[in-house]
Each structure stands twice: as C-alpha cells, then as structure tokens.
C-alpha cells in the first residue's frame, strides 16, 4: 500500500472544505444586505427569490411581502433585493414626490451595459439620460408629442376590432344568440395598442388587430424569454452563459426599429417619428433608442390599462352600465367621436372609471430606479449615497391608509372633491411619462365606442373570476393574461356596420 494516500486524502478534504467556504462566503457577498443599508426594513432575503423563482407576479409579491411594511408598520422605504441588488423602495406618496420631482439631486440609474433591457432600449434615450442630454430629448419628445390627437385613428382601430370579436366563434351559452362572441380580450388589446403605437408613432401600420404580425410574435417571445427568473435574480449570467437565440431575436427587433426609421427618412408622414427624425439635435442612435423606448412604453402599459379597465367594466355591470349611459348622452348612436366629446369634463364618470383602473392595476408597478450621487434624507430615513431608490407605484395606489379599501373598484373616490390626490400611474414631475394624456385619449375612444355597442362578461369558468391575475414580467409591467371577455352585440347597435 502506497502510505502518501494517507497524507493525500486528508488534504483533498482540506481544500475541498475551503472550496464550500468559499462559494457559501462568495454567495454570502453577493446577497447580504449591505452594512451601509441595515439600518433600514428590509424584506427578508429567501422569501423574495423564492417569489421570482416561482414567477410570482409583481402586485402579488408587493402585496404579500412588501405591503405590510407600508400598512402594518407605517414604513415609508424598505429594502428590497431585484436584478441583482438590493434597493430602497419608496413607499410613502410625500417622499415618492420628493424623489420624482428632483432631477438634480435624484437622477435616473442607467442600466447595466450588459443587461437585456440596455440592450432592446439602449441608454441614450429620454428614460435613463440625464442632466442636459435629457433636457434636449425632452424637448423634442414633447414637441413630437403636439401633434394633433389622432381620435379618427383610435376610432377606426376601434372598427376593426369590432369586426375581429364579430367574427369571433359564438359563445356557447344555453340559448345561443349570433351577436354573443368571446374573445382573448388581453391578446386584442396587444393587438390593438400595436396598430396605435405602430401608425400614430412609428409611421407604419402592422395590421395586427386583422392578421397575424411576425413582428409582434418576437416581440412578445422576446418578452418573455427576458423574463427567465435565473437571469433576474443574477444578471451576472448574462455575462457568463450569454442567451444566443434571445439575443438574436431581439438584435432582429432592433433592426426592425432601424429599418422603419430608414423607411420613414424617405417618406415622412405626420407621425411623432418623422417629427423627430427631422431634429438635427438628434442622432441616429438617440433616435433609435427613444423610439424602441416609446415603442415599449405605447404598447405595453397601453394593453395593460385596457384589458384591466374592461376587466373591472366586466365583473362591475352597474358601473358599466353608468359608464355607458353617459358615453351615449354625449355621443349618441352613431355620432363619430372626436377630443371635446372624450375630455375629462365632457365624461367624468367614464374618466373616474379610467383613474379607478390605472390606481388598482397600474400599468408599472414601479418606475425607473433613482440615485443620488450624495447621502439624502428621506424623512427620517437616512439613504447613503449610489443608492437606488424605486418609486413603487403599487404601494402609494394600495396604501391602506390613504384609500381606507384599496383592492375596491370604486371610480366614484375620483368624483369627489380633491378625490384621488395620490395617483401617480405615469409618475410624477418634470419626468412625467411624456405620452400620458396621448395613452388616456386612446383608452377613453376605444372604451367609449366599446360600451356604445355591446354589453360584456366573464365566461363563466374565467381564471379570473376571482380577481384579475397578471403575468409574470421582467419590466415590472401590469399584463393580465388569458384574459377572456363575452362580448354581445347591444339590440340598438345591430344595424351599425362595424367592418373597417
């Protein structure tokens, strides 16, 4: 017997101890709550990776593990750990307008180099620019953005939509009536918003509410292969197993984008695209990223908002029916809208119901990261600086305080005076979502025109019936999924043409 094994065994065992003390030290590193930020709440650690492993959607695990900071504890920040870090979510309405409306002392995080989200919207657009460089953009963005709302444009889209649910197969019900159709309400609001953001914005029209778009296809799988909980939890895999196919999906999106703004150079249009293309402040690749930025921002949270207001319309029918009564009295059978009849003051109540669904459901549940390149205080909290602070739109919608019933759809608190104070959906301040009275527009025409022509329901085996559920999104977005509405044509709207 060779007598060196004695020796050789007990120092493999040795180093391999040093190798599992190592990792666990490693991994201690790399998910312990920085010294700099224990003083503050903290949501613990494994319940949150466990929440992203098990694709839990944002709302429910900012209600399960996040909320109680915010109503039990009378916690305005707390410490959260996502995408790699951990980060101070803002919770308290006064100091979410603290942070959003100081440019100066909390700027935007731009993203990781590496991460997917720099790679679909760049860094160089509207969203994560700072300082001058965003003055500039801004500027021109807002300037694009005065064009004329294109209500003909909402209505038409509207049309063709009709067309698709008429077509749909009929409703299985006990007595079968031809005007009953059910539809995948969340999949024609994508549909929808595309068409919209695709001819208002971009200049160019993908007819996806009519036909299938390859366009949106690898849109939406880029989606969701972005939303790979392992690549969530730890961005550092992007770097060390680099996703090939996803990557390739999205650099063929991104030429996409490139090939509409050639397209658009060559022949202009009145679309907010063209109005930027033609600013010489603007490079091409500013240009690129701010249109993929609108591009995400006008179709995503814009399908969101509608299939939640539908949603609530739906398991609401006297709210429905309210909504519907004062759409009528304003623009009657038949009459084609246009933006007087669709204001805020013109339909109040059908606006309540708007500012009810973005508060409960907001289109993201929480904005860009902040930080400060110095140590602030946020009330009595003390927050070192390179910090990043998220503003959790969730939280202020839901706080219990606040609105006494949160999780209540009741449009009727944005009728009161002073009602609804602390609803922020697009943000607050100078870095307010520059598209916003564009996006209320659009969900008030198409709303308007769907509850002049039909009564809607949940089927009856709906997976939301019980509450409306999201889908698991890497961009903190609100989605309802597989969302199914029965639509019936109203007796009134029979003789009403609805093709396009």
Excluded at 368 to 390: C, E, K, M, Q
Aim: charged share 20%; with cysteine; net charge neutral.
């Amino acid at each position: 017997m060779d007598l060196s094994l004695l020796f050789l065994f007990p120092q493999a065992a040795f180093w391999c101890s040093c190798a599992v003390l190592l990792m666990f030290w490693a991994l201690y590193r790399a998910f312990a709550v920085p010294s700099s930020l224990r003083h503050l709440p903290c949501v613990p650690l494994l319940p949150l990776l466990w929440s992203y492993l098990s694709r839990e959607p944002d709302d429910v695990r900012i209600k399960r593990l996040i909320m109680p900071f915010a109503d039990d504890s009378s916690e305005g920040v707390v410490v959260v750990w996502a995408m790699g870090k951990w980060m101070v979510h803002v919770l308290d309405y006064k100091l979410f307008i603290q942070v959003s409306g100081n440019m100066v002392d909390f700027q935007k995080q731009r993203p990781a180099k590496d991460s997917m989200f720099c790679r679909f919207m760049g860094d160089s657009n509207i969203v994560w620019t700072n300082g001058e460089t965003w003055k500039k953009q801004s500027q021109i963005v807002h300037q694009a953005f005065h064009l004329p709302l294109p209500i003909d444009l909402f209505a038409a889209l509207a049309e063709n939509l009709f067309q698709v649910i008429e077509t749909a197969p009929t409703a299985a019900l006990l007595v079968v009536d031809p005007h009953t159709h059910t539809v995948c309400w969340s999949d024609l609001t994508q549909r929808f918003a595309l068409d919209a953001v695709g001819t208002s914005i971009i200049g160019h029209n993908f007819d996806s509410i009519r036909s299938k778009s390859e366009f949106v296809s690898d849109y939406n799988q880029m989606m969701r292969d972005i939303a790979q909980p392992l690549y969530l939890i730890a961005p550092l895999l992007e770097r060390i197993a680099p996703r090939t196919k996803v990557i390739m999906r999205m650099d063929r999106l991104i030429r996409g984008f490139e090939e509409l703004l050639e397209a658009r150079r060559s022949d202009p249009g009145d679309d907010i695209m063209t109005a930027m293309i033609t600013h010489p402040d603007l490079s091409p690749t500013q240009l690129r990223d701010n249109i993929a930025s609108l591009f995400l921002a006008g179709h995503d949270t814009t399908a969101g908002a509608m299939s939640t207001l539908i949603y609530y319309l739906a398991v609401h029918p006297k709210i429905q029916d309210t909504a519907r009564n004062e759409v009528i009295s304003i623009l009657g059978p038949t009459a084609d809208p246009f933006v007087g009849m669709l204001s805020p003051q013109s339909m109040p109540y059908l606006n309540a119901c708007i500012r009810e669904a973005l508060r409960i459901n907001p289109p993201a549940d929480y904005i860009t990261p902040r930080i400060s390149p110095v140590d602030v205080t946020l009330g009595n909290y003390y927050i070192p600086a390179s910090t990043p602070l998220v503003c959790n739109t969730y939280a202020v919608h839901h706080s219990r305080e606040t609105w006494g019933d949160p999780h209540v759809f009741r449009p009727e608190r944005f009728l009161q005076k002073n009602g609804g104070e602390p609803w922020v959906p697009f943000s607050s301040g100078p870095r307010q979502c520059v598209a916003y009275n564009f996006a209320l527009y659009e969900l008030r025409t198409l709303t308007a025109m769907l509850l002049r022509r039909y009564d809607w329901v949940l089927p009856k085996d709906s997976i939301h019936a019980r509450g409306l559920k999201n889908s698991f999104s890497p961009f903190a977005l609100a989605l309802p999924y597989d969302l199914d509405i029965t639509f019936t044509v109203r007796q009134r709207s029979y003789s009403v043409t609805t093709l396009a």
